[in-house]
């Protein structure tokens, strides 16, 4: 006679897949590397504007800048899409539908930062004016489960060097890309889209002031966009020839 396995409810495993802080089911998860609790993305990055410590056990997580101690976990991501029917459509139909929303256009198109080229998804740009144009596979699909932010790049003018007629204004200034993404890999696309000399330095900056190139996107926009007063979207950078006071 075989044995009767019990039924397992998704309630059942409620403990481990929702989050602390909002009490909904995990959405993004991401993992607190000091002390391994999960939250929802959105939710751990909201209250890390708060607070440096870990909302769960109150540890300490970075004395400046927590969100460096963040990983998503992709894993726990697929078992709780899988555990909960409806959850990956509904989260996906949220998602498009705020973008369709939010997300800045200039001519009907976005500009994509392609992945082969840069480390970066293709996030549903047409790429007519980026890179490599892929084959549509797994690669292309490098960083799409990373948070995405929004940013327009504009060209400062009038810096009085001598190099000003080099760096122009993008045809396309307005990118989405992973928010992991980091002011040196920023530099990098724009020297490649202005077609700039290898050798030649840009400055980017945020309010005026100068970025480091280690700087990440969601960094910026936490400590020198958001916390600035600014309420528009998406975040603004400029870019200007390096200025050398020496």
Known sequence: MAATGRKHLVKDFNHFITCYLCRGYLIKPTTVTECLHTFCKSCIVQHFE?????????????????????????????????????????????????????QPKENGQVETLRCQRFGLPDVGGDGADGGDDGDGGAEDDYHRSDP???ICLDCLRNTGQSGESTVTDLMKRFIRCSSRVTVGTIKKFLS??????????????????????????????????????ENTYPMVLEYRPRIDFG
């Open 148 to 150: 995405q932010i929004a």
């Open 192 to 229: 490649l889209k202005l077609k700039l000399p290898s050798s030649y330095e840009l400055d980017v900056l945020c309010n005026g002031e100068i970025m480091g190139r280690d700087h990440t996107l969601e960094f910026i926009y936490m400590t020198r966009w958001r916390l600035h007063g």
């Open 50 to 102: 708060e607070s440096n410590d870990c909302p769960k056990c109150g540890i300490q997580v970075h004395e400046t800048n927590p969100l460096e101690m963040l990983r998503l976990d992709n894993t726990l991501e697929e078992i709780i899409f899988k555990l909960v029917p409806g959850l990956r459509e509904k989260e996906e139909q949220q998602e498009l539908e705020f973008w369709r929303k939010n």
